[in-house]
């Protein structure tokens, strides 16, 4: 090869974005779908580039999981050096360092009695097993008509079928399968908002008084309700819950994957009501948002029971179980979190988001404002038109996608208060709009 050839730049090839419009699922669309999607090139920081030169400010942190930021040094290091050493290798009958170093990291932050580890390729999957777990502790405790579950209206656990069966039966996502899925029981969410309302509680008691002879275990997401609603209750709420488990023997499954490493101002939003479940599920920014990777942390009690129990085993064991890869970059990302100002820049976001989106409440069509940690939410009367939504905010250079009647954010925590603030800029004037 000359030196005059190898000068020659390759043009990169357009994204096709027609044919992807025709062809290939978006997550909750049509085929083909009724809008085009904005093709990315690259992504950095807090931005987003799109194939047209321009730049997005992300307010989402990709589904809420790049927590650190895109093309973090650290995380994209760990990815380079694991590649040289292993891409992957099959769990059954192997291990490897990534995976034991991650489950050393995972069981000294979580609370004290999650004491083994579960790791799966996905937070729908991290539920899964958390469901199995539940049910397969009763069988081995020769308590077999244990067997459902209690969830929150408004929950969201994922989309696979034993995830969907304790989202909201109602108002959620999977209504079209309700002839398919497993029934379990459902109990009204608590208050949404800074107080603890009694009667919430009653409601689960009354629940558990009539039917802890059946329910193997309690399923919420703490703190914070996500996909269902975005809905924020008191920490007493979690509290209460983890007493009447105790009660009425019954386990507790928190759904943390939303809300785990530091959204929502603690570490975990069960430190904020100083419980710990039986059963956890983390995931989305696990890694930083650079692989799919999740886990089902539980006590001991739990894993020594179904391992002693027939079959002696737990039934599941994914293909992709404990990738080196996702596991190496987990561990940096971990770290990187640890060691950084995380809980100093969610409470700073904290307070930005309160001041800047206070003033929506006076808009007509906005039902509440709410802010938990890095979490921004404007809840609007009436159901918001995506697509024009999401175009407006394309408009003003920033991503943001909002859903049902929800406009919300969830930024990395090193967005700077200019991003920020333009993030927030663009909300006010895309929902005084609508």
Known sequence: MTNEEENIIVPKKKIDTKFDQQHIWHPYTSLPASFTPYPVVSAQGVKIKLEDGRELIDGMASWWCAIHGYNHPALNQALKDQTDTMAHVMFGGLTHQPAVELAKKLIAITPEPLQTIFFSDSGSVAVEVAIKLALQYWQAKARPEKNKLLSLKHGYHGDTFGAMAV?????????????????????????CGNEYHEQDIQKVKAQLEQQHKNIAAIILEPIVQGAGGMRVYHSDYLTQIRALCDKYDTLLIADEIATGFGRTGTLFACEQANISPDIMCVGKALTGGMLSLAATLMTNNISQTISQGEPGLLMHGPTFMANPLACAIANASVELLLKSEWQKNVLRIEALLKEELAECIELKQVKDVRVKGAIGVIETHQPIDQTWMTQAFVKRDVWVRPFSNLVYIMPAYIMDDMDLIKVTTAMKEVVALS
């Open 167 to 191: 989202c909201d039966p109602v108002n959620g996502m999977h209504t079209l399968f309700k002839n398919t899925l497993t029934q379990h029981y459902f109990v009204d969410a608590p208050y």
